[in-house]
């Protein structure tokens, strides 16, 4: 099983980047999926998330509004479509397996985890 978060790199603020976590080994329109940054010295962030079946989908406070997150069930991937970009925003962005609740992302120790992909928001 592999999940790889893809589309990372360096825009400026207000821009806008679209994230992709591709699935192999799994399919992942069973699995509710979750979006998490880590910035350094930061904690861990869940980020946003959507349930299996697209009837849960969570934001965090600091990126409701700006961001959107979508399945595609035929090409085996999540998106997260991100918009109007702060520095703050700078992270590294991770997808994951989860449980995905309208309120809160829940994760555990058996959860698939991607390699991450690096957004950097600067001028």
């Known amino acids: 099983v592999q999940l790889q978060a893809s589309g990372g790199g360096l825009v400026e603020p207000g821009g806008s980047l679209r994230l992709s976590c591709a699935a192999s080994g799994i399919t992942l329109d069973i699995w509710d999926i979750g979006w998490f940054r880590q910035a350094p010295g930061q904690e861990r962030e869940g980020v946003s998330c959507?349930?299996?079946?697209?009837?849960?989908?969570y934001y965090a406070d600091s990126v409701t509004g700006r961001f959107t997150i979508s399945r595609d069930n035929a090409k085996n991937t999540v998106y997260l479509q991100m918009n109007s970009l702060k520095r703050e925003d700078t992270a590294v962005y991770y997808c994951?397996?989860?449980?995905?609740?309208?309120?809160?992302?829940?994760?555990?120790?058996?959860?698939?985890w991607g390699q991450g992909t690096l957004v950097t928001v600067s001028s």
């Open positions: 959507i349930s299996s079946r697209d009837t849960s989908i």
């Open positions: 994951a397996t989860v449980l995905c609740l309208t309120s809160s992302i829940g994760t555990m120790p058996s959860d698939y």
